[in-house]
């Protein structure tokens, strides 16, 4: 696990956040949603019509794009592990926001 400092997000990011850390998997997280979380958190560059590249602190994840404007259960599992390795969590949702 690697040290990452969550940044400042506004509440639909955080709320946006929060989901894809809940349990139950949601099944209805939009893709432009999670996209935006993911741009706030590090960068998102598309490789081709069906694929992204996320980039957040050292880490990285190739992903499909969803093909509807949902993702998939399986994305949000890939999503999870990532935040894992960042040592990204749902208490960190909780704290106020650093004034670094």
Do not use: C
Request: aromatic letters at 4%.
């Amino acid at each position: 696990m690697t040290s990452f400092t969550l940044p400042h997000l506004n509440h639909r990011h955080r709320e946006v956040l929060r989901q894809l850390l809940a349990h139950p998997t949601p099944h209805n997280l939009q893709w432009h949603d999670v996209r935006a979380v993911l741009e706030a958190l590090g960068t998102v560059e598309d490789r081709s019509e069906d694929r992204a590249l996320v980039r957040i602190g050292d880490q990285q994840l190739t992903m499909a794009i969803p093909r509807r404007k949902d993702l998939e259960v399986d994305q949000v599992v890939e999503l999870r592990h990532l935040f894992e390795h960042l040592g990204i969590g749902s208490d960190q949702l909780d704290e106020p926001p650093s004034t670094d």
